[in-house]
Nanobody
Framework: QVQLVESGGGLVQAGGSLRLSCASS????????MGWFRQAPGKEREFVAA????????SYADSVKGRFTSSADDAKNTVYLQMNGLKPEDTAVYYC????????????WGQGTQVTVSS
């Protein structure tokens, strides 16, 4: 089992920044990738970014490339999503999720944190 807890959401003006955190616990050694997803009202959940625990490779959705950065602090078992240049269309509930070794889907999810960007 893997437990994930997000924090860091809030209200920010367009052009501002926020940093989300996702602390993991449990069977952390089983985690291959940590992903960030978001879901806006009335829309489907979409991929935002991911970071590989081993080696730190990252992947980003085109809509956030150059603005968002995912990083990890292995000592704290925490991953971060630094969001700069926020736009109103970034408003959503943001979730972190864990993709385990040997799996092709994100099986563990955090509770989500609200990010609201005002224009």
């Amino acid at each position: 089992q893997v437990q994930l807890v997000e924090s860091g959401g809030g209200l920010v003006q367009a052009g501002g920044s926020l940093r989300l955190s996702c602390a993991s616990s449990g069977s952390i050694f089983r985690i291959n990738w940590m992903g960030w997803f978001r879901q806006a009202p009335g829309k489907e959940r979409e991929f935002v970014a991911a970071i590989r625990r081993s080696g730190g490779s990252t992947s980003y959705a085109d809509s956030v490339k150059g603005r968002f950065t995912s990083s990890a602090d292995d000592a704290k078992n925490t991953v971060y999503l630094q969001m700069n240049g926020l736009k109103p269309e970034d408003t959503a509930v943001y979730y972190c999720a864990a993709l385990l070794y040997g799996s092709d889907r994100y099986a563990y999810w955090g509770q989500g944190t609200q990010v609201t960007v005002s224009s």
